[in-house]
Nanobody
């Protein structure tokens, strides 16, 4: 089992920055990759960013490329999402997700953290 604890959401103004954190606990020795997704009211869940636990590369959704940065700290079993130049359309609940070795999809999800960007 793995538990994910997100933090860092809040209310900011357009153009501001915010950093989300997601700490994993439990079966962390089997982490393959971690990612961030978001879901706005009335919309489908959207991929934001992901990073393999090796940190070899990062992947971003088109809507956040150049503004968001995903990183991880393996010593703390934590993944971060640095969000810069925030826009009102970034308003959503942000979810952290974790994929285990051998899995083809994300196995565990956090409870979500609200990010609200006022224009």
């Amino acid at each position: 089992q793995v538990q994910l604890a997100e933090s860092g959401g809040g209310l900011v103004q357009a153009g501001d920055s915010l950093r989300l954190s997601c700490a994993a606990s439990g079966r962390t020795f089997s982490i393959n990759r971690m990612g961030w997704f978001r879901q706005a009211p009335g919309k489908e869940r959207e991929f934001v960013a992901s990073i393999p636990w090796s940190g070899a590369y990062t992947t971003y959704g088109n809507s956040v490329k150049g503004r968001f940065t995903i990183s991880r700290d393996t010593a703390k079993n934590t993944v971060y999402l640095q969000m810069d130049s925030l826009k009102s359309e970034d308003t959503a609940v942000y979810y952290c997700a974790l994929r285990l070795l051998g899995s083809v999809d994300y196995d565990y999800w956090g409870q979500g953290t609200q990010v609200t960007v006022s224009s």
